[in-house]
């Protein structure tokens, strides 16, 4: 059972760059599959990136080009650096790992925002 903590979400402007981080306490080195997830108020959950132990990634068509996922195994960390942020990338961000048992973890707000 892995649960990530999440980390790095804040207030940003239309175009500005965060980067979101979720840490696990334990090593994640042999997690297959580890994805993003954003919820936006009223809406359902939904898939933004992942990537697998092998270092290949996806991403969700309206995050091309704009996200990068990538992973830190010796840090036991994942992270998501978004770029040119959009009015609706405002959620909040999630971490689940492919893992019989993982859990949801707290996530962390992103606002974009002028």
């Known amino acids: 059972q892995v649960q990530f903590l999440e980390s790095g979400g804040g207030l940003v402007q239309p175009g500005g760059s965060l980067r979101l981080s979720c840490a696990a306490p334990?090593?994640?080195?042999?997690?297959?599959?580890i994805a993003w997830y954003r919820q936006a108020l009223g809406k359902e959950r939904e898939f933004v990136a992942g990537?697998?132990?092998?270092?290949?990634?996806t991403y969700e068509d309206s995050v091309k080009g704009r996200f990068t996922i990538s992973r830190d195994n010796a840090k036991n960390t994942v992270y998501l650096q978004m770029n040119s942020l959009k009015h609706e990338d405002t959620a909040t961000y999630y971490c689940l790992a492919a893992r019989p048992g993982s859990t949801w973890g707290p996530g962390t707000q992103v606002t974009v925002s002028s």
């Open positions: 334990e090593s994640i080195s042999s997690i297959y599959y």
């Open positions: 990537i697998f132990s092998v270092g290949n990634v």
